[in-house]
C-alpha cells in the first residue's frame, strides 16, 4: 500500500543528488513491510557510471543491507519513472510493485533520452497493469522544476 511518506524520502534523496551535483532528480527507496530498507539517488556524475541511477543506487544498498539478490518482498518508490535499464534491474531484482511521481514525458523536458531508449527497447506494454503506480506527480515535478533552474551538466 502506498505511503507518501516513503516518496518524502525519494524526494529527499533526488534533491540531494541535485544538490551535490552527483546527478539529475532522481531519487528511490526500497521498502519492506512498511520499513526503508535504502535509499539512494542518480549518482552518474559524481561516480563517472553511467548506471548509477537512483533506483540502481537504492537496489545495490538494499540488497547489500539485506544479503539477498532477492527483492520480492519489497516495493520501489522514485521520483521519475524508471528508465528501462532500472526497470530491468527492478525486474531482475524481484521487486513487487514500482510507485513513481513523474512520467518519462517529464524526464524528457528536463533532457534525458528516457522515452527515446524505451522506445528502442519495445516499450512497457508487457508489464502487468498493476505494477506500476504513478503517485504524487506534482510533488516529484517540483525537484525536476529546481534541478531544470540549475546550471546542472546534462547527459
Known amino acids: 500500500m502506498y505511503k507518501k511518506e516513503f516518496m518524502e524520502i525519494a524526494i529527499g534523496e533526488a534533491r540531494e543528488g541535485i544538490l551535490n551535483h552527483d546527478g539529475g532528480p532522481f531519487g528511490a527507496v526500497v521498502v519492506k513491510n ?3 530498507i535504502a535509499s539512494g539517488h542518480n549518482r552518474v556524475l559524481s561516480s563517472n557510471d553511467s548506471t548509477c541511477h537512483g533506483e540502481i543506487d537504492a537496489i ?18 522514485t521520483t521519475g519513472e524508471p528508465c528501462t535499464m ?17 512520467r518519462l514525458s517529464d524526464n524528457e523536458k ?33 525537484v525536476f522544476r529546481e534541478y531544470e533552474k540549475m546550471n546542472a551538466k546534462r547527459y
Open 34 to 36: 512498511g520499513e526503508v
Open 60 to 77: 545495490r544498498k538494499a540488497e547489500g543491507k539485506l544479503e539477498t539478490y532477492d527483492l520480492s518482498d519489497c516495493e520501489l518508490y
Open 86 to 102: 532500472c526497470l530491468a534491474a527492478i525486474l531482475w531484482a524481484n521487486i513487487r510493485k514500482v510507485y513513481y511521481g513523474c
Open 110 to 142: 528536463i533532457g534525458f533520452r528516457d522515452a527515446k531508449f524505451d522506445e528502442m527497447m519495445g516499450g512497457r506494454s508487457d508489464l502487468p497493469d498493476d505494477f506500476m503506480e504513478e503517485k504524487d506527480r506534482e510533488m516529484c515535478l517540483e
